[in-house]
């Protein structure tokens, strides 16, 4: 199985966006904040691997819950930021091909 950027959003917006609006903005933010800490955590205490995947998925659904609140397209956002190196990529895939 695997999901674009923009398929984790609407996921996550499909499952939480009732609750993440109800609890807003900045609630949120330190939600995603404490996963964050969470992270750090795992990983200074050296943690298995399997415990830091967790914590990464964590921060990357409360972040996209942030995006979802804010009315941002993340895949967008991101594309736009990093055009670069995105377009780089896309160059060595061709190239490998
Ligand atoms: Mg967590």
Redesign the pocket.
């Known amino acids: 199985m695997s999901l674009t950027l923009r398929e984790i959003q609407e996921v996550i917006r499909n499952a939480y966006f009732h609750r993440d609006y109800a609890r807003g903005l900045w609630r949120t933010l330190l939600w995603l904040v ?2 964050l800490g ?2 750090v955590s795992v990983i200074n205490k050296e943690k298995p691997r399997e415990q830091i995947e ?2 990464l998925a ?2 990357l659904a409360w972040l996209v819950s942030v995006a979802n609140l804010l009315e941002i397209d993340l895949e967008k956002a991101f594309i736009k930021k990093y055009r670069e190196d995105v377009e780089n990529y896309f160059k060595s895939q061709k190239r490998v091909k």
Request: hydrophobic content about 25%.
């Open positions: 404490e996963e969470e992270l967790e914590e964590d921060v």
